[in-house]
C-alpha cells in the first residue's frame, strides 16, 4: 500500500475497514462515498477522485473491479471495491486518490427588490434558448411551472444504465420524466426560483429550459453531473448556466479540492457555474489560530452530550512549516504529539480510557502544497463521542510562524468550537470556493408571510440586511469570496408534491416558501441565464465582472468587498 497516495480521510476508512470489518464504516458512510453492502458475498465499495496524467489510460484497472467514469482528463471519478485501494496506489499512473465526500443540500417581494422588473422589461429578456442545470434533489416533473421545459433528468438514485459521464442511475426524456420524483422538495424549489413560470411567483428566467440532474449528494457523483449537463448542453448547440445549491467542509476551502478543479475545467464561453456561499453563517464550525516559530497553541471545540457519534477535524496550514497534534479529552486525557509522517502509514490509533482518537498528519497535499491534517473521534463501544470541552494541542517544530484553520466536521453539525479558537469567517467550502463559480450569499427581503393555514409567520430575520445564515469568506488563501448577494430570505417557489414539508412553510398546494444561500443562488442562475440569452458567449470572467459592477453593500462605496456580502447585492436594472 502506498499510504502517502491516499487523502487523510480515505486512509481513516480504509483502516477502520482493515482493522474492524464492515461494522466501522458505518459512521464513515454518512461523510465519505463508501457502500457497504448487507450481503458479505458483495464486497465494500467506495466512489472517489483518480489524479493521473490528463490522457491516461486507465482501462487496465478494470481487472482490480474498479469502474472509471471518464476516460480523459487529470482529475476522474470512480467506483471501486475497498480492497482494490491497496493494488490502486501501487499503480505508477495514479497520482493521488481522494475520497467523495457527501454535501449537503443549503419570488415575489425578492425580485422587486434588485431591480429584476426594471431590466426584464427594458430587455425583454426570458431565458428563451438558454439551458438551466439544476444538481440537486430533483424535481417535480408534473408540477405546472415547468411544463414542457424539462428535457432531461439524470435520476443518480435509481437503478439503470447511466450515462455517457457515468454508468449508474436513469436518464430519462418525454414523458418518462415523471419516473423521477422529488421527495426532498429542496430541488424544486430551487428550479423554480431559477425558472418557475407562474402568474404570481414566477421565476427569474420562465422560458428557459432545464436539465436536472437528481444527485444522491456524493461530491464525485456532483463532478459527473457537472460534466453531464455541460456536455448536453454541448450536444444540443446552447448556452449554459448550472446552480449547485449544495456543499460542504471536508475540503480545503481554497479552491483545490477535486470538485472545485472540475469545475474550473469545465466552465468556459456559455457554460457558467453558481454556486451557494453556505449556511453556517451562525455556528462556529471554523477555528483559526497563528503559532510562532518553536511554539505551542491549543484550540478548544465543544461536543455536545450523548448526541453526536463520531467527529472529524479538518486541519490545513502550510507546508512550509510542521506541527505535531494530540487531542486531550474532557476528562484530562491525552494523546502523545503526533509528528508529520511522511513514510509508510501516517495514520496512528489512540485508545484513551474514555474514547478513541484517531490522528492522520501525511507529507504535504499535492493539490495545493499544504498540509492537511485528520482527526477522528468515537466513543468507546457503541457509546457517542465523550461530551464536553475538548483540546487540540499543536507544537509548531519550525522556525516559521504558521496560521492553522480547523473545521468542525461531526454527523449532526453539532459541534463547534469555543473561545479564543472561533474564527467568524472562511465557511465557504466545495464547490463554492471554485475560482470559476459564481458564490453566492444570501440577503433578507422577506421576513413575514401567510401560510396555508392563514397564520402569519415572522422568521424574526432583519428585513433587507445579509442574512445572518449566510456563510463568510475569504477562502483560506484570502481569495475574496464570496462574489455577491442575492434574495434568499424569504422566498417563494415551487412546491414537490412527492415532499413531505411542514404546513407552516407552505403558502398553497403548489408554492411553499424557503430561506437559504441554497435560495439565493438559483435567483442569480436565472439571471445569469438572461444575460447568456442576450451573448450566448459570455465566459465566467466577464459574467462575474459584470456582476461584480452591479452590486454594492448598502452605504459603501461601490467596489467594496466585505467577506459577509462579497461585492455586495445585485441591482439587475443596468446590468
Not at 458 to 464: K, Q, S, V
Request: net charge negative; with cysteine; proline share 6%.
Amino acid at each position: 500500500m502506498r499510504h502517502e497516495k491516499l487523502s487523510p480521510g480515505l486512509l481513516l476508512a480504509y483502516q477502520d475497514y482493515e482493522n474492524e470489518g464492515e461494522q466501522a464504516l458505518t459512521t464513515h458512510k454518512r461523510s465519505l462515498g463508501i457502500i457497504a453492502h448487507k450481503s458479505s458475498v458483495k464486497p465494500t465499495k467506495s466512489i472517489v477522485f483518480l489524479y493521473c496524467e490528463p490522457d491516461a489510460d486507465l482501462s487496465h484497472l478494470e481487472q482490480y473491479g474498479i469502474r472509471v467514469n471518464q476516460s480523459s482528463g487529470s482529475v476522474r471519478t470512480a467506483f471501486l471495491p475497498l480492497q482494490a485501494l491497496d493494488p490502486l496506489s501501487e499503480e505508477e499512473v495514479i497520482q493521488r486518490i481522494k475520497p467523495s465526500r457527501k454535501l449537503h443540500l443549503r419570488m415575489d417581494v425578492a425580485a422587486g427588490k434588485v431591480k429584476l422588473p426594471e431590466f426584464k422589461n427594458k430587455t425583454g429578456l426570458t431565458g428563451k434558448g438558454v439551458l438551466i442545470g439544476i444538481v440537486d434533489s430533483g424535481i417535480d416533473p408534473k408540477h405546472p411551472a415547468f411544463a414542457g421545459r424539462i428535457l432531461r433528468i439524470w435520476d443518480q438514485t435509481l437503478p439503470g444504465p447511466g450515462v455517457k459521464e457515468g454508468d449508474y442511475g436513469a436518464e430519462f426524456t418525454g414523458e418518462q420524466i415523471t419516473v423521477s420524483q422529488d421527495t426532498d422538495g429542496h430541488g424544486t424549489h430551487v428550479a423554480g426560483i431559477a425558472a418557475g413560470a407562474d402568474e404570481n411567483f414566477s421565476g427569474v428566467a420562465p422560458e428557459a429550459e432545464l436539465v436536472i440532474v437528481k444527485s444522491d449528494l456524493q461530491d464525485a457523483h456532483i463532478a459527473d453531473a457537472v460534466r453531464y449537463v455541460f456536455r448536453v448542453a454541448s450536444d444540443l448547440k446552447r448556452p449554459v448556466v448550472l446552480n449547485l445549491s449544495l456543499g460542504g467542509h471536508a475540503d480545503s476551502h481554497d479552491g483545490s479540492d477535486s470538485l472545485s478543479r472540475i469545475i474550473d475545467a469545465e466552465t468556459g464561453p456559455g457554460k457558467i457555474v453558481c454556486c451557494a456561499a453556505g449556511n453556517e453563517g451562525n455556528d462556529n464550525i471554523h477555528g483559526q489560530t497563528k503559532i510562532g516559530a518553536k511554539k505551542s497553541a491549543s484550540m478548544r471545540f465543544n461536543v455536545p452530550l450523548n448526541q453526536v457519534g463520531i467527529v472529524w477535524l479538518n486541519g490545513w496550514y502550510d507546508g512550509d512549516t510542521e506541527l505535531e497534534i494530540s487531542l486531550r479529552s474532557p476528562n484530562g486525557f491525552v494523546t502523545p504529539y503526533q509528528k508529520i509522517i511522511k513514510d509508510g502509514n501516517p495514520t496512528q490509533d489512540y485508545q484513551l480510557p474514555d474514547s478513541r482518537v484517531q490522528i492522520v498528519t501525511p507529507a504535504p497535499d499535492k493539490g495545493n502544497g499544504d498540509h492537511n491534517f485528520f482527526v477522528q473521534i468515537r466513543g468507546n463501544g457503541p457509546s457517542a463521542v465523550m461530551g464536553g470541552i475538548w483540546q487540540l494541542r499543536l507544537r509548531n517544530t519550525t522556525d516559521s510562524d504558521t496560521r492553522l484553520d480547523v473545521w468542525a466536521v461531526d454527523d449532526h453539525s453539532s459541534v463547534f468550537f469555543t473561545g479564543k479558537s472561533v474564527k467568524d469567517a472562511v465557511k465557504i467550502g466545495s464547490p463554492g470556493a471554485a475560482s470559476s463559480a459564481i458564490t453566492v450569499a444570501a440577503y433578507t427581503t422577506k421576513v413575514q408571510y401567510t401560510d396555508i393555514d392563514n397564520q402569519l409567520r415572522d422568521m424574526g430575520l432583519e428585513l433587507d440586511t445579509m442574512s445572518e445564515f449566510s456563510s463568510e469568506g475569504p477562502l483560506r488563501n484570502d481569495a475574496q469570496k464570496p462574489d455577491i448577494a442575492a434574495p434568499g430570505a424569504m422566498i417563494v417557489s415551487t412546491l414537490s408534491a412527492n415532499a413531505s414539508l411542514d404546513r407552516s412553510m407552505m403558502l398553497n398546494s403548489k408554492f411553499v416558501v424557503m430561506a437559504g444561500t441554497s435560495m439565493a443562488t438559483p435567483f442569480v442562475t436565472g439571471l445569469v441565464a438572461l444575460l447568456l440569452q442576450r451573448d450566448p458567449k459570455l465566459d465566467p470572467v466577464t459574467v462575474k465582472d459584470l456582476l461584480r459592477k452591479n452590486s454594492s453593500i448598502p452605504g459603501k462605496p461601490p467596489g467594496t468587498f466585505d467577506s459577509k456580502w462579497g461585492f455586495g447585492v445585485i441591482n439587475a436594472a443596468n446590468l
